[in-house]
């Protein structure tokens, strides 16, 4: 497997996080705290899924480009966490780190990535 630079790759996804949460905060008019709880209910989500669907439906209505893109990069930063970041979520094998680098927050492979926006 290819040596990844994981601590660049880290700071630059710590660096998109920041400014996601900073646009979000933005777009909701409040301050970044709130946009920090609203990343923390998605992540736990599953638990209440019933009771937030309303709110959440709102949310994505509003910002659904960063709060996905706000997702994708709490999850890279996730997988950088317990070792499982550059491998492609749908077959498995190692990223390109060129792939990595352009998009860090990337979860699947080229291959995987063009077949499911095919659909
Ligand atoms: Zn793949």
Redesign the pocket.
């Known amino acids: 497997m290819t040596t990844l630079d994981t601590l660049s790759l880290e700071a630059a996804l710590t660096a998109k996080r920041s400014s996601l949460l900073t646009q979000l905060a933005t777009l909701r008019g409040g301050a970044p705290s709130r946009a920090q709880a609203s990343e923390d209910h998605f992540a736990h989500r599953e638990d209440s899924q019933a009771q937030t669907a309303t709110e959440r439906d709102l949310e994505f209505a509003l910002d659904d480009h960063e709060s996905t893109e706000l997702r994708r990069v709490t999850a890279a930063l996730q997988r950088l966490a317990n070792g499982t970041y550059g491998m492609?979520a749908?077959?498995g094998?190692s990223i390109a780190p060129a792939r990595l680098q352009a998009a860090p927050e990337a979860e699947?492979?080229i291959?995987?990535q063009e077949a499911l926006e095919r659909g």
Do not use: A, V
Request: aromatic share 0%.
């Open positions: 492609c749908d077959c094998i699947r492979c291959t995987c």
